[in-house]
């Protein structure tokens, strides 16, 4: 093999190409690899390539936060209930609750109802507030124990997939059978009221009531996608502030 030239400039492309071939050869190498790399590591090479190491840090948070249900329902197609959890080192005061849930109300668009239970806070949403957001059940509890701090945050949607498919296919489709059916009964009235138009007019339903049941569907899923979304920027947030404030164990 011919070695690279020592002076040669690589492109961010190859820059990333070459750290993503580095990576699949260590995987793959017998050697010892549960020494890996720490974050500060990480953040180095970042600013090497040219990277943000902000961003380094965010995706380090993404993937220590556990998404304990994210498996979507074969009929909703989305899971029912949204659940983040991470745990951080270090226990965080109760006197930084205050900030915490401003920026809780700042990042899920509504004002909720704060509460401790000896020093663990509980947040959970109301429907007042100046960015209103009609239904959204969002809860999120913060728990200092043992030199470490677990961030919750939950939101069941089920609310919202029942308004969706009973509204659509409920309301919609089943009012708009009866219309569907009349005009399949017309197409095969021709044939003197043969069973193959009542056939035709259950068809023709079905077909209506399976296209709104398809949009219901749909929706829900884009829904849930973009609450999902908001909810891991929060994760994100909570995580940063609990990291920066939090009393690490000595």
Known sequence: ?????????????????????????????????????????????????????????????????????????????????????????GEISPDEYEPIVLEIQRIVGAMGAASTLGRSLQWTATSSGRRRISGRMVQVTITPKNGRTTIRIEEPVSQVATGLFLGSMGGIGMGMMPLVSVAGGAVGASVAGQPAAIAAAIATGAAFLGATYLAARTLFGRIVARRGETLQTLMSRLAEHVSATAIKPK
């Open 1 to 89: 093999m011919t070695e690279p030239s020592s002076s040669r400039r690589y492109n961010e492309k190859e820059v990333a190409l070459i750290i993503k071939q580095a990576s699949e050869l260590q995987e793959s190498s017998p050697g010892d690899s549960s020494a890996g790399m720490s974050l500060v590591e990480l953040e180095q090479i970042a600013r090497e390539t040219g990277l943000d190491p902000a961003l380094i840090r965010r995706a380090a948070a993404d993937i220590d936060t556990r998404v304990t249900d994210k498996t979507p329902s074969r009929f909703l197609g989305a899971p029912s209930t949204l659940r983040l959890e991470r745990t951080i080192d």
